[in-house]
């Protein structure tokens, strides 16, 4: 975690090498050339990086590639699971559990085609595992060839396998891969020194996926010098991946290869308009296929970068007096609206109160029951949820049910899913 990463300064045609070397305060580089190295995450408990989503993997009776050798399998039953990494034409890479003590003794051994050959070899390619369960991940680090930026590198996945089934899906051994390594490297940011850091949060092989939902797309991190008082462990801040990045309080333009091996940062200074947002709406996030905005209404108003997105997400506070506030949000899974920020101008979001309450019913399938909904509209036609966590000592919403005489028939409260 010392090891000191060289980078290139460019800035006015000075070419300027740093390993280790302090820059003088207050000095900013305008563009920086980051040699990135490999760093291992811990298979256990809290790093510092978060932990990021994975590719779930569905099991088969046949891989779903033609392999040119495999293992003798011990289990009549070997389950059969395919990722995707990287950007090579053929980036589907096989993956096999077996029983190494014959059917039924419990699946305990994995194979993955690592350098993606198409053969399986049964002794390098051979790693022993624990099963886990839905409730306790008890990971190995799988590693695999990835190329990408025509260029192939080790990384390592978190490999789990465990016994799954919901309404949708029968009882079988699922597996999932989750980010197991990312690049670090040494930066100059805000004329201070520190370690920079890559990941590829949504697990697919590749460093440069600009964010788009929740852990899908990548991070940038920054280990920015701790506050006096502060605990250091807590600085290590982390970005949205995007065409602008605003970092203790100055702005970058930070573009990655794809394989995560080299990080551009420059210098920014992005056009901005402002947002205006109705009483009530305290964040928002928009999202474009370059960059995210996470908007934080302080006053009703907040700057944005200029450009076309999509409103992806609202949160909504009421003051309900002497109770806790009511909080909820909303997303857009479908047909977000288009928000268009232009250099100096303030736009005025159409949302939130007053909300309209609808209850939506449903019969169930054994049709002697109804299903009720609960459904908050805003002005904007936008949907709210009420969440059990943000809203824990708030009184649950209810609801009567009355005969045509207004006799009442039965009450409940709603509980959030």
């Known amino acids: 975690m010392q090891q000191k990463s060289q980078f290139s300064v460019l800035a006015a045609g ?18 920086q050339v980051i040699r990135m190295t490999l760093e291992k995450r811990p298979l256990k408990g809290e790093d510092r990086l978060g932990y990021g989503t994975c590719q779930w993997l569905f099991p088969t009776n046949a891989p779903r590639e033609k392999l040119q050798s495999v293992p003798r399998f011990k289990s009549s039953r070997p389950r059969w699971y395919a990722a995707r990494f990287g950007e090579a034409h053929d980036n589907l890479f096989s993956v096999v559990i077996d029983e190494s003590g014959g059917t039924g003794s419990g699946y305990d051994a994995v194979y993955a085609d690592s350098n993606n050959d198409n053969r399986i070899d049964p002794q390098k390619e051979r790693h022993s595992f624990p099963l886990s369960t839905v409730s306790e991940d008890r990971p190995i680090y799988l590693e695999f060839q990835i190329i990408a930026a025509g260029k192939t590198n080790a990384h390592f996945f978190h490999f789990t396998a465990f016994p799954y089934s919901d309404s949708q899906q029968p009882k079988d051994t699922h597996a999932n891969l989750r980010n197991g390594s990312f690049w670090v490297g040494r930066a100059v940011l805000n004329g201070s020194e520190c370690r ?20 899908k797309g990548d991070r940038f991190f920054a280990d920015l010098p701790a506050k006096a008082g502060s605990d250091q462990d807590k600085q290590f801040s982390s970005f949205p991946y995007g065409e602008f990045t605003c970092i203790a309080g100055a702005w970058y333009s930070i573009s990655a290869t794809a394989d995560g091996g080299e990080v551009t940062i420059k210098t920014a200074s992005p056009h901005f308009g402002s947002v205006k947002a109705p009483l009530g709406i305290t964040r928002a996030t928009f999202r474009s296929p370059r960059q995210t905005l996470y908007l934080n209404f302080t006053n ?4 944005a970068i200029v450009g076309t997105y999509k ?7 009421e ?14 899974p479908e047909r977000p609206p288009e928000i268009r920020i232009r250099e100096g101008e303030t736009i005025v979001l159409t949302a939130g109160p007053p909300l309209r309450i609808e209850v939506q019913p449903r ?10 909904s609960l459904v908050l509209v805003g002005t904007g036609g936008e949907t709210y949820r009420w969440t059990r966590q943000a809203n824990r000592s708030a009184a649950k919403p209810g609801f009567e049910l009355r005969d045509a005489v ?8 709603f509980d959030y899913g």
């Open 14 to 31: 000075l070419v300027l090498t740093l390993g280790g070397l302090t820059p003088a305060p207050g000095a900013q580089p305008e563009t």
């Open 319 to 332: 003051e309900r007096g002497g109770e806790k506030a009511l909080e909820l949000r909303t997303d857009y």
């Open 196 to 215: 920079v850091a890559l990941a590829d949060l949504d697990s697919n092989g590749l460093f440069n996926d600009p964010e788009q939902a929740v852990f």
């Open 300 to 303: 009703r108003v907040d700057q």
């Open 363 to 372: 019969a169930e399938p054994s049709g002697d029951k109804v299903a009720l």
């Open 311 to 317: 409103l992806a997400s609202l949160s909504l506070r």
């Open 406 to 413: 207004g006799k009442l028939v039965d009450s409940g409260t």
